[in-house]
């Protein structure tokens, strides 16, 4: 992605967030999240809540932290210093400026909880973070462990339909509204991106250096 069109989707992203972040109180966006917030509930059973407790749990900064930590292993072992500290950083970055914007918009939480939460509600900290910890995973697996194009769809796709899930399920559960996974998934989009374009940029350099050593 050229350095233009890569402005141009950054710029559209954080513009989508602000404009969600403040028109949220507005008819429009009541509307949208209360709709959204009735569908998810129509079909909710004892089964279900169980699923996407589980799913739920994978986002949680536990499950986060501990695969993290894998990944941070795997890139000691590697030897790549650069992968290990992008490692924390995903697991770092997405969490401060999450509770950052949490202060900041200060939304009350939806009151039908099925699981009880606390903190602000927007944005989304599970969306949000999930997107970039799992983003950055997906990136790895792409980079360093698959070569194949088709396999490369594939880990795409599975950690696509995994951030998806965990930011449904905190609608699921009534701990979040549709908007906020919405803006999750934006700021986590933002944050990702940047930290991409920085780890290529650190990587590419670290390699120009050794070929002229």
């Known amino acids: 992605m ?53 799913i739920t749990n994978l986002g949680s900064w536990k499950f986060v932290l501990f695969f993290m930590l894998i990944l941070f292993g795997y890139s000691l072992y590697k030897g790549d210093k650069v992968l290990a500290l992008f490692a924390i950083l995903s697991f770092i970055v997405p969490r401060t400026l999450n509770f950052m914007l949490k202060e900041f918009f200060a939304r009350t939480r939806p009151q039908d909880q099925l699981v009880p939460a606390t903190h602000f509600s927007f944005p989304s900290g599970h969306s949000m973070n999930s997107f970039v910890f799992f983003g950055f995973v997906a990136y790895v697996l792409i980079t360093y ?25 905190r609608i699921y559960l009534g701990v979040h509204y549709f908007t906020d996974v919405t803006a999750g998934f934006l700021a986590g989009g933002v944050v990702l991106t940047l930290l991409l374009k920085i780890h290529q940029r650190l990587t590419d350099s670290a390699e120009e250096k050794r070929a002229h050593e």
């Open 2 to 54: 050229g350095k233009f069109r890569l402005t141009v989707w950054l710029c559209l992203m954080i513009l989508l967030f602000l404009i969600i972040g403040f028109t949220y109180e507005t008819s429009f966006i009541v509307g949208i999240d209360k709709e959204v917030a009735l569908v998810s509930s129509s079909f909710q059973s004892d089964a279900a809540t169980t699923v996407f407790l589980f």
């Open 145 to 169: 462990c698959v070569s194949r194009k088709a396999k490369q769809v594939v880990v795409v796709v599975l950690f696509s339909l995994l951030i998806g899930l965990i930011g449904f399920s």
